[in-house]
């Protein structure tokens, strides 16, 4: 799959052509700022894009909206935004459309080489890929309400389900079996009272919704 | 040694008289030019109907008072460059049009201090001054009586005056007058200072408003400093070792995961490295969040705390209400105040949960952070609260604690920002 990076670091920029190479990309384009990604994305119609937030010229959020001109007007490319902070703001915008292909990751994540590939792979293959910390920030505007019934396991289990890992991401990052992590998730959304869903990304859209952020 | 001492006695009023003359001198000089302008309809006999007196006195009276920034720039430096003494200058009024700050001026109570001592107390000190000259003069002039009589040719002098005790008179009184006129000078320029620097000046309330504006405005400066400095330190450490250190992990991180058939050693000091290298990553990055995050410059208050709150180890609840984000040194500061409340919540409270609640109120921004846990906790144990308090009152704010035995603890910052 191609991809396009726009990131303005330029050591960050090489190891991130790096780890999509290893990955399996074919990264055709790479640039340090928002405009340069948009006409990237004209010319190579890539499969994913992977975005800095803060950019030049007024290195502020130019990535995010750059990601979301890429998301109205390529809706099939799969946009994933690093950032140095997490501003749910910015994940909020990003998610208010369609959430298929779309992740948000603190810069920082790139060093967990193993996860950020799984979570490039997910974002191009239309899921979807938050920061854990995007998450528990969503989590903690809503401590008030269904999600106080939640025992401590089951929020563990919505905050994984909610960064878009599968059933057996979810089973590996809490050492229990894939069917206990089953039971907990009919759990959470009966408590919550969600539609069960089939599909990953699906999931996560209900679950953003609830917290009031799709 | 004797006729030292005593010439030392006879000689001390007059201590320091010739630069007090000299004072009065340009005194009556300066005063001279309002003097001129009051006379001038009256230099040719004067108006004599009502309406037209009225005028020649109103208009030379305004003009002296239009004048008076002038008339005190120049009294100001006959007191500098005569005595010595420094009138402080009030400060500028400040006004958006020409219009405004001439209004302004006229409502400072200053302006009329002023008017008043050039249009009265100036001309009156002028006037004792100008007697003082005349009565060193007529002094001078008796005192010396012998020297005149004796200068006159021998035959005037022994036809008018013979051997007279009438000098001896005249001369003791021209002594006298001689010391009455060093006293009087000497006590019109002490007399004239105190006026002068009362009416020029600022008055003590004015001198110490103007004393707290200048302290504000450079602690303000040593603020805005301190904040731009620690800013600087973040964009630093974020661009340079901060992104070192990130593509290095990566590196490493890649190592891991394409070098697949290395040896069991190798790939331990491999992992081992990647380990610390990220460590080191969250190390910078708490470093980094303490002085002054990027997060909180970028984005404002409620994106930067709810990152503190999200990394607190015990649930935080947080509501931000700020229609518009506040000055950046005291974003700086309720940050810092959210921050270390926090940290003392987690160290010493022993807590189930911590509430964090930002408004503002009118000119307040409300900072108010609440725990379930044991309480007790004073400023004075030496749990960061001093510092917290000290930071606060860098910004003029109030930094209050409830916190009894058995909780709830609550910590009320208040710190005042423009509505």
Redesign the interface.
Known sequence: MRAVIAED?V??R???V??LE?AGFDVVAETGDAEAVLAAVEEHRPGLVVLDV?MPPGF?DEGVRAALVIRKQWPDTAVLLLS??????YAADLLSGDTRGVGYLL??R?????E??DALRRVAGGGTALDP?VV??LL??R??DPLDRLTPRERDVLELMASGRSNAGIAQALVVSESAVAKHINSILAKLDLPKADADHRRVLAVLRFLGVG | MRITSVARVLRKPFDGVGRAVAFLTTGILVQLAPLLVLAVPWLNGGPTEALSVIVAVLVPLSAVALATPVLTAAQTARFRTRLGVAIPRLPAVAGASRTDRARQWLRTPATWRQIGYHLLAGPLIALAGALTLLLWAAAGVAAGVYVWIWALPPETRVEHLGYTTQAVYVTATGLAGLYGAAWLSRALTRLDTRTATARLGPSRAELLQMRVEEVTESRAGVLDAADAERRRIERDL??GAQ??L??M???L??A???LKDLPDDARKVIDEA?RE??EA??EL?NLVRGLH???LE??GLD?AL??I??RAPL????TVHLPVRPAPAVEAVAYFVVSEALANVVKHARAGRADVRVETRGGILLVVVTDDGVGGAAPEGGTGLAGLAKRVASVDGTFSISSPAGGPTVVTVELPCAP
Do not use: C, M
Request: proline share 3%.
């Open positions: 670091s050591l960050l090489i190891g991130l790096k780890v290893t803060r502020t140095q902070y997490v501003e749910e703001r810069k920082e790139v060093a967990d080489v193993e950020f590939i910390q528990s920030q903690l505007r401590h008030s | 974020h661009d992104q070192r990130v593509s992990a990566v590196n991180g890649l891991k995961v394409t990647h290298a990220k990553i969250a990055s995050p990027a997060v970028d984005r994106a709810s990152g709150a999200e649930p935080v609840g947080l």
